[in-house]
């Protein structure tokens, strides 16, 4: 059975059309809230200055460059130094692991969630510096990537592949076709809060795809996967804010998950941000980063060039970080529209197969200045 129908053939909700992905559900599941002078390059055209978020920790001026080739806005990130990682842990984090001895039955939960609860991956918060890159300002569109495969059903991929990008690779998102034969049904299409359009959408972040059509495309439009570190900086800023636009939680200041019954929905549903799948790219203006970087909490999670380890952060190298030389999983980061509060702070780290495609997943792209 498709892996898209057997999720609805197992489930009431009509919010999930999808197949089970344990790992990018897990991660929904054991989310909480935590309480708690940039230079233009002489060939770019003059700087454009955006307004900084309200509430934000620090002001920075945030400037923006043209990238012809893909029609794209790029944010610079000047050269400098910031701490990447997080000192922060769940609150309901025991003292110690539980090691040994027999669990009672209220302590097993605590001793599977453990490491996740104490953010391991996101350890130690160490101090990095990066030479200055530009960042796109939204994440790549379905727009922008149709151009990328007119070109190659035109010419193929052979300038773009990666080295290791299996044979025969076919570079359209999962959900541009037929992805759930189900909404061939009127009665069940009339229901569901989604359909064939909805992840195909101009103007939308384009999603189900995986990494080696993210290589692809960047290598394309003359960039390439932006680090995770570069990432983090680009969302966080230098002052490592929790959240782009501060410590302090906020919502309707990104698309993500959670519904609510309340005055302030925006649309038919019970989305308190107005969206239960990707949003049009730039639709939370004040919720961008330090900056001006768009969509870095939600909306669509995204994958970062490098191979990913959980100890990863214990033998950083303290300049321009790349992740291991060799891996299993690419790394993603940002969260998704399915995402809680905790799940989309500035510094959590996911990570998938290269071959890995889901309707929450898309990427950004960067270049070197």
Same mark, same amino acid.
């Given at each position: 059975?498709?892996?898209?129908?057997?999720?609805?053939?197992?489930?009431?909700?009509?919010?999930?059309?999808?197949?089970?992905?344990?790992?990018?559900?897990?991660?929904?599941?054991?989310?909480?809230?935590?309480?708690?002078?940039?230079? &233009?390059?002489?060939?770019?055209?003059?700087?454009?200055?955006?307004?900084?978020? +309200?509430?934000?920790?620090?002001?920075?001026?945030?400037?923006?460059?043209?990238?012809? *080739?893909?029609?794209?806005?790029?944010?610079?990130?000047?050269?400098?130094?910031?701490?990447?990682?997080?000192?922060?842990?769940?609150?309901?984090?025991?003292?110690?692991?539980?090691?040994?001895?027999?669990?009672?039955?209220?302590?097993?939960?605590?001793?599977? *969630?453990?490491?996740?609860?104490?953010?391991?991956?996101?350890?130690?918060?160490? %101090?990095?510096?990066?030479?200055?890159?530009?960042?796109?300002? @939204?994440?790549?569109?379905?727009?922008?990537?149709?151009?990328?495969?007119?070109?190659?059903?035109?010419?193929?991929?052979?300038?773009?592949?990666?080295?290791?990008?299996?044979?025969?690779?076919?570079? &359209?998102?999962?959900?541009?076709?037929?992805?759930?034969?189900?909404?061939?049904?009127?009665?069940?299409?009339?229901?569901? =809060? @989604?359909?064939?359009?909805?992840?195909?959408?101009?103007?939308?972040?384009?999603?189900?795809?995986? /990494?080696?059509?993210?290589?692809?495309?960047?290598? #394309?439009?003359?960039?390439?996967?932006?680090?995770?570190?570069?990432? $983090?900086?680009? %969302?966080?800023?230098?002052?490592?804010?929790?959240?782009? #636009?501060?410590?302090?939680? =906020? /919502?309707?200041?990104?698309?993500?998950?959670?519904?609510?019954?309340?005055?302030?929905?925006?649309?038919?549903?019970?989305?308190?941000?107005?969206?239960?799948?990707?949003? +049009?790219?730039?639709?939370?203006?004040?919720?961008?980063?330090?900056?001006?970087?768009?969509?870095?909490?939600?909306?669509?999670?995204?994958?970062?060039?490098? #191979?990913?380890?959980?100890?990863?952060?214990?033998?950083?190298?303290?300049?321009?970080?790349?992740?291991? *030389? &060799?891996?299993? $999983?690419?790394?993603?980061?940002?969260?998704?529209?399915?995402?809680?509060?905790?799940?989309?702070?500035?510094?959590?780290?996911?990570?998938? $197969?290269?071959?890995?495609?889901?309707?929450?997943?898309?990427?950004?792209?960067?270049?070197?200045?």
């Amino acid at each position: 059975m498709d892996g898209d129908l057997a999720l609805v053939c197992r489930t009431t909700s009509l919010r999930s059309p999808f197949l089970r992905a344990p790992k990018f559900l897990a991660a929904f599941a054991a989310t909480l809230v935590f309480v708690s002078a940039v230079t &233009t390059r002489a060939d770019n055209p003059p700087a454009a200055t955006l307004t900084p978020p +309200p509430g934000a920790v620090a002001a920075i001026l945030p400037q923006e460059i043209r990238h012809a *080739a893909d029609d794209s806005v790029m944010m610079v990130v000047p050269a400098i130094e910031f701490v990447l990682g997080t000192a922060d842990a769940h609150p309901d984090l025991p003292a110690k692991p539980y090691v040994g001895g027999e669990l009672r039955p209220p302590d097993i939960p605590r001793a599977r *969630a453990y490491a996740a609860w104490a953010l391991a991956n996101e350890r130690p918060a160490h %101090a990095v510096r990066l030479k200055a890159f530009a960042i796109d300002r @939204y994440e790549v569109t379905n727009a922008q990537y149709r151009k990328f495969l007119a070109d190659v059903a035109k010419n193929g991929d052979d300038a773009y592949a990666h080295p290791d990008q299996p044979k025969g690779k076919d570079h &359209t998102p999962r959900y541009w076709g037929d992805f759930n034969p189900l909404l061939h049904d009127p009665a069940y299409a009339r229901l569901a =809060q @989604y359909s064939a359009a909805t992840f195909a959408g101009d103007q939308n972040p384009v999603v189900g795809v995986d /990494w080696f059509d993210a290589y692809a495309y960047a290598k #394309w439009a003359g960039k390439r996967l932006p680090t995770e570190a570069e990432w $983090e900086l680009a %969302a966080r800023g230098p002052d490592g804010r929790r959240w782009p #636009w501060g410590n302090d939680w =906020q /919502w309707g200041l990104c698309n993500i998950g959670g519904e609510k019954l309340a005055s302030d929905v925006k649309s038919k549903g019970r989305e308190k941000d107005g969206f239960i799948y990707p949003a +049009p790219v730039g639709s939370f203006p004040d919720g961008r980063s330090p900056f001006g970087c768009d969509d870095m909490a939600g909306n669509a999670a995204e994958w970062c060039a490098d #191979w990913y380890a959980a100890d990863d952060y214990q033998t950083d190298t303290a300049e321009n970080p790349r992740g291991p *030389a &060799t891996g299993t $999983e690419r790394a993603v980061r940002g969260g998704s529209s399915q995402n809680m509060p905790s799940g989309v702070r500035c510094s959590v780290r996911y990570h998938h $197969e290269p071959e890995f495609r889901f309707f929450t997943l898309g990427f950004r792209c960067a270049k070197d200045l």
